[in-house]
C-alpha cells in the first residue's frame, strides 16, 4: 500500500470513529505500517478492499481499533507536570481532603499505557508525600482498553530507557530483577488496573485528580473531546484537578474547569 493511499483512507476513516486526523499526523507511519501488515495478511491489495472487509467483518473492527492505539509512554513525561504536581498540586488536594473529614485521595490514569503513569503517581506519593501526609492514602485506578498493555502494567517490569526522566530519589524505588527494572510489591499494589474503553465506560469515582493525557485530547474528535470532558467533569469532586498532556488544552466550549496555573496543562473543576 502506497503512503499516499494510506494517508486518504485514514483521513477518509478516522471522523467516521470519532477520531481525528490532526491527532494522527505525527503517527501516521505507525499506523499505516501495522495497516499494510494487516492487508498483506488478508491478501488485500488496497484499502478500498479493507473497507469492505470492515464492514462485512465485526471483529475487522477491533482489530482495527488495535492498530490504531498508539502505545508510547515513559516514566515522568512532562516533568514540569509531575514536579507540579508533588510540590503543589497533590499537597493542596491532600490539605483539602484533611480539611473536609476525609483520609483518602482517589486518582484515575485513564489511558494508563503499560503502567508508566499510575506507577509515577504512585512513586511520587509514596516516597515524596505520604511521609509528610500520614494518615492520608491514595488510590490510584489505572484504565486502558489494550489488554497486552494492561498485562505488561501489572508485571511493572521495564526498559531502563523508561525510566531515565525520572528524578533520583524515585529512581531508587526500583528493585534489580534479571538486570531489569522491576517495581517492588508495595508499588504494584498501590494500583489497580481495569480494561475500559473510555468512549464506552468510565469508573464512578469521585476522584481528586484525573490524569488523561496523550489520548481523548490528542486523537479524539472535537465533539468527542467535548462529550469526554463533560464526563470528566462529573466523575471528579469539585476542586479536584484533571491533567492533559502536555501540548494538549481542553476545548474552548468545555465549561466548569479553570486552568490552575499558566503554561501547565492542568485543570480545576471549578463547578
Ligand atoms: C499515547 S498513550 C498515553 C499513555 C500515558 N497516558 C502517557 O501520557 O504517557 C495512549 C494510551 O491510550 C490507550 N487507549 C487508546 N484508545 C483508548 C480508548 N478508547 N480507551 C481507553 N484507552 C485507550 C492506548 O492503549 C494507550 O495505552
Redesign the pocket.
Known amino acids: 500500500m502506497r503512503r499516499a493511499d494510506c494517508v486518504a483512507f485514514l483521513r477518509h476513516l478516522l471522523p467516521r470513529l470519532g477520531l481525528c486526523w490532526a491527532g494522527y499526523r505525527r503517527v501516521h507511519r505507525t499506523v499505516c505500517k501495522r495497516l499494510a501488515r494487516r492487508l498483506r495478511e488478508l491478501g488485500l491489495a488496497d484499502p478500498a478492499g479493507y473497507a469492505r472487509r470492515l464492514d462485512e467483518d465485526p471483529g475487522e473492527r477491533e482489530r482495527l481499533e488495535a492498530m490504531l492505539?498508539?502505545?508510547?509512554?515513559?516514566f515522568w513525561?512532562d516533568a514540569s507536570v509531575w514536579e507540579w504536581l508533588g510540590e503543589i498540586g497533590l499537597p493542596g488536594l491532600a490539605q483539602a481532603a484533611r480539611a473536609s473529614g476525609r483520609n483518602r485521595l482517589s486518582a484515575w490514569s485513564c489511558?494508563?499505557?503499560a503502567g508508566?503513569?499510575p506507577y509515577g503517581l504512585a512513586l511520587l506519593w509514596h516516597r515524596r508525600l505520604a511521609p509528610r501526609f500520614p494518615g492520608t492514602a491514595l488510590d490510584i485506578l489505572a484504565?486502558?482498553?489494550?489488554p497486552v498493555?494492561l498485562a505488561r502494567a501489572r508485571e511493572a517490569r521495564y526498559a531502563p530507557s523508561s525510566l531515565r526522566a525520572l528524578p533520583a530519589d524515585l529512581r531508587r524505588g526500583f528493585l534489580e530483577e534479571e538486570g531489569r527494572p522491576r517495581l517492588p510489591p508495595a508499588i504494584r499494589a498501590a494500583v489497580r488496573f481495569r480494561r475500559?474503553?473510555?468512549?464506552a465506560a468510565m469508573p464512578e469515582g469521585p476522584f481528586d485528580l484525573l490524569?488523561c493525557?496523550?489520548?481523548v485530547f490528542t486523537y479524539f474528535a472535537q465533539d468527542l473531546r467535548c462529550e469526554m470532558a463533560a464526563r470528566f467533569r462529573r466523575r471528579l469532586r469539585v476542586g479536584g484537578l484533571m491533567v492533559l498532556?502536555a501540548k494538549e488544552r481542553l476545548p474552548d466550549r468545555v465549561e466548569g474547569f479553570v486552568p490552575v496555573t499558566a503554561g501547565l496543562p492542568v485543570y480545576r473543576r471549578r463547578s
Not at 492505539?69 to 515513559?74: C, F, H, L, T, Y
Not at 484504565?143 to 489494550?146: G, L, N
Open positions: 492505539r498508539i502505545p508510547i509512554s515513559r513525561r489511558g494508563c499505557a508508566e503513569e484504565t486502558d482498553a489494550d498493555l475500559q474503553d473510555v468512549r490524569l493525557r496523550n489520548l498532556g
